[in-house]
């Protein structure tokens, strides 16, 4: 076969080939024209709708961890969960703010201003002294042995008030009536305190009393056998016992002020 004869056949079939597509694309376009045939119904818009659709049943981290946090749901993931309990935590620390509020009724411990009633202290009658007097006093006389010569002077409140041992016409030291005596001895100025003493309900006071002189340099001695004590200017006087033998006076006899403490009142 000759070259001439291969290249005639070739460009032939070529034509029919070119002949059939031209054909074959008639008529798919006259189908279409006609309604008739396959429509393309936007397969690729379905997929997309599909894929959106997955999209938006997958949670991304983020707006799983806003939703939980908003709502209090367990993320799957349980990161945003915590921090959901974490809200829940918080929650309880605000009831704990609520109990300490109630903490405020701590203003039960206003009533401790009822223990202000203390304040009725303020108004106890054994705030306010009165005079001593042989009605709200007891009194004790005891002849000591050292130093000498001196006799004790105990006076105790038994009232239910605070009173002052003012002494008679208020000297502030008691005035001595013993037996046979002309006058009360005077009072050793060295012995006067600062302040007159008070006694509360139950304590005592004292004041020593010089009998007689210790190197007998005394004159007009003699032994007596009673005495009376005028604690205030009422005039109501307190009469301790003395020792059944009696005291020896003479001419030194003396006697402190009322002193807070025995060791003070014989120290004279």
Known sequence: MSTRTHRTRSTHRTRILIAAAITA????????????????????????STSASASSNTPSPKASE??????????????????????????SNGTTGSKGSSGSSGSSGTSGS??????????????????????????????????LNHLLLTVTNTGSKNCDLTGFDRTGYPALRFENAQSVP???????????????????????VLLSAADGSGSGGYTAKSLAV???????????????KGVYIDSALSVTYWQPTMADALAW
Do not use: F, H, W
Request: proline share 6%; net charge negative.
């Open 230 to 244: 005028l604690l205030d200017e009422s005039g109501s006087a307190a009469r301790p016992s003395l020792p059944a």
């Open 186 to 208: 005077p009072a050793i100025e060295g012995s006067k305190q600062q302040a007159v003493v008070t006694l509360a309900p139950g304590e005592s006071g004292y004041a020593g």
């Open 66 to 91: 806003g939703t939980s946090t908003g709502a209090g749901q367990t993320d799957p993931k349980g990161s945003a969960g915590s921090e959901g309990s974490a809200g829940g935590a918080a929650g």
């Open 25 to 48: 694309a008639t008529m798919a376009l006259t189908a279409c024209n006609n309604g008739e045939g396959v429509q393309d119904e936007g397969a690729s818009a379905g997929s997309a």
């Open 114 to 147: 009822n223990g202000s009633s203390g304040s009725a202290g303020s108004d106890d009658s054994t705030s306010a002294s009165t005079p001593c007097t042989s009605a709200s006093t007891r009194m004790a006389a005891t002849e000591v042995s050292r130093p």
